[in-house]
């Protein structure tokens, strides 16, 4: 049984930086591009990051390219979001997903929350 186990958010003031963890259980987390993204109020949900199997090759949107970083730990079966250089339209939230045999996995997601 696949899951996804987010953690990590909460409030922090414009400038500030947060960390949010994804664990993943259920499959071979090695074998799987994995991908965060988040759905802030009243909007669409919207792919933020995405990482190779081997967490080699990133992309990201043009709104986080240079504030955020994502990365893996494979022997871990974990997931990160590094948010650095927050600002207010940062604040959503934030869903690590899986695509396994064909179909979407998610977690729960974890508020991350952006305002003085």
């Known amino acids: 049984q696949v899951q996804l186990v987010e953690s990590g958010g909460g409030l922090v003031q414009p400038g500030g930086s947060l960390r949010v963890s994804c664990a993943a259980s259920g499959f071979t987390f090695s074998s799987y591009v994995m991908r965060w993204y988040r759905q802030a109020a009243g909007k669409e949900r919207e792919l933020v990051a995405r990482?190779?199997?081997?967490?080699?090759?990133?992309t990201y949107i043009d709104s986080v390219k240079g504030r955020f970083a994502v990365s893996r730990d494979n022997a871990k079966n974990m997931l990160f979001l590094q948010m650095d250089s927050l600002t207010p339209e940062d604040t959503a939230v934030y869903y690590c997903?899986?695509?396994?045999?064909?179909?979407?996995?998610w977690g729960q997601g974890t508020q991350v929350t952006v305002s003085s």
């Open positions: 990482i190779s199997r081997d967490g080699d090759a990133t």
């Open positions: 997903n899986a695509q396994v045999f064909g179909e979407d996995y």
